[in-house]
Nanobody
Framework: QVHLVESGGGLVQPGGSLRLSCAASGSIFSIDAMGWYRQAPGKQRELVAA???????NYSDSVKGRFTISRDNAKNTVSLQMNSLKPGDTAVYYC???????????????WGQGTQVTVSS
C-alpha cells in the first residue's frame, strides 16, 4: 500500500551534477525521516543524507558540502541535489522513509527500488 518511487539516476561526468527525487505514495498517516542511501559494488549500503520531520539533517562526510537533501512534506517527496560528482559517488542510490501507514499502528522502514548513478568520463 505504501511505495517509494525514485527517479533521476543516470550517467554523468566527474564534476557534473545530478538530481534524484523520490515520492512516497499510498495510505500514509505520517512520515518521520526521509533520506538517501547508496551501495557501490563490493561495498556495504551507507547513509548519504537524511532529514527528519523536525528539520534535522545529516550527511555522510564524503558528500558534505557537495550534496543537498530537501523535502516537500506536503507532497511527501524528498530530493537529493548532487554537485561536484566524483567517480567514488558511483552507486545504486536508494530512497528511504520511516512511515506510519493507515493500515496499522506503528512505524516501518520503506525503501525505493534503487536508481543507478554512474560518474565516469
Amino acid at each position: 500500500q505504501v511505495h517509494l518511487v525514485e527517479s533521476g539516476g543516470g550517467l554523468v561526468q566527474p564534476g557534473g551534477s545530478l538530481r534524484l527525487s523520490c515520492a512516497a505514495s499510498g495510505s500514509i498517516f505520517s512520515i518521520d525521516a526521509m533520506g538517501w542511501y547508496r551501495q557501490a559494488p563490493g561495498k556495504q549500503r551507507e547513509l548519504v543524507a537524511a532529514s527528519t520531520s523536525g528539520g534535522s539533517i545529516n550527511y555522510s562526510d564524503s558528500v558534505k558540502g557537495r550534496f543537498t537533501i530537501s523535502r516537500d512534506n506536503a507532497k511527501n517527496t524528498v530530493s537529493l541535489q548532487m554537485n561536484s560528482l566524483k567517480p567514488g559517488d558511483t552507486a545504486v542510490y536508494y530512497c528511504y522513509a520511516y512511515i506510519s501507514p493507515f493500515s496499522f499502528t506503528g512505524w516501518s522502514d520503506y525503501w525505493g527500488q534503487g536508481t543507478q548513478v554512474t560518474v565516469s568520463s
